[in-house]
């Protein structure tokens, strides 16, 4: 049976009330990014940083899983170890739809990383303060998120699971961070979704909805199903 990669960005969480940075009304208009989210940042300011991803965790909270992130869970379990979930996104709004083994390419906003021993620990929506590590009891500790300046580990499983993947979907994603258009060259059929029309991005796709991914994905679905039965989008 071929394969099928989903790849995510911020316009999967953004109908759930999620801001991101390139809203014009999004987190760009409030913080310096370069300040809250790159490890020089962290470093110049690690409080700074900290508070900021314990504003992130207080907003994650409050808001709930969209048709979507439902959608696509429903999609994982029917295709199972043929579907590929792989998100730019460190929320947890695919989790709480039921998803499973969802990869987060950039980290995981409800967990802390032990700077002491590597642990990696879930903290839910909690604030940084006061917590220690559960294996060594350090206080050592930052967000388990990559920022800008870092390496991203996870980058080595998706160019991995890339060269097993006969359909590749982009939803959500401009593609300013990962080079959506050659992944997409990369594999048999391509599926894009994105809010505005980009005609840089689009040609590399075979097929194009630009709207909302709330009402892309049972279309996205379909097509999934239509690629099992005989290749075609």
Known sequence: MKNI?????????????????RDNDGLWEEYDVMEVCSATGF?????????????????????????AHEKIAQLKEKWGKNLFVITQNVDDLLERAGCKDVVHLHGFLPELRCLKC?????????????KQCP????????????????QAPAYATLYSLLHQTSLFISI??????????????????????IYEKDANLERYFDKIYIEDIISAIDKIALDIENFMKDGNV
């Open 5 to 21: 990669m989903i790849l995510s960005g911020a316009g999967l969480s953004a109908p759930s009330g999620l801001k991101t940075f």
């Open 43 to 67: 470093r110049k300011n690690p409080k700074k940083v900290l508070d900021f991803y314990d504003a992130r965790r207080a907003q994650l909270q409050n808001v709930k899983p969209n048709h």
């Open 118 to 130: 590597e642990g990696i620990f879930n903290i839910g929506y909690e604030k940084f303060t006061d």
């Open 135 to 150: 294996k060594c009891k350090s206080k050592d500790l930052r967000h388990n998120i990559v920022m800008f300046e870092e």
């Open 172 to 193: 959500g994603t401009s593609g300013a961070v990962l080079p959506v258009g050659r992944y997409a060259s990369m594999c048999e059929k391509s599926i894009l979704n």
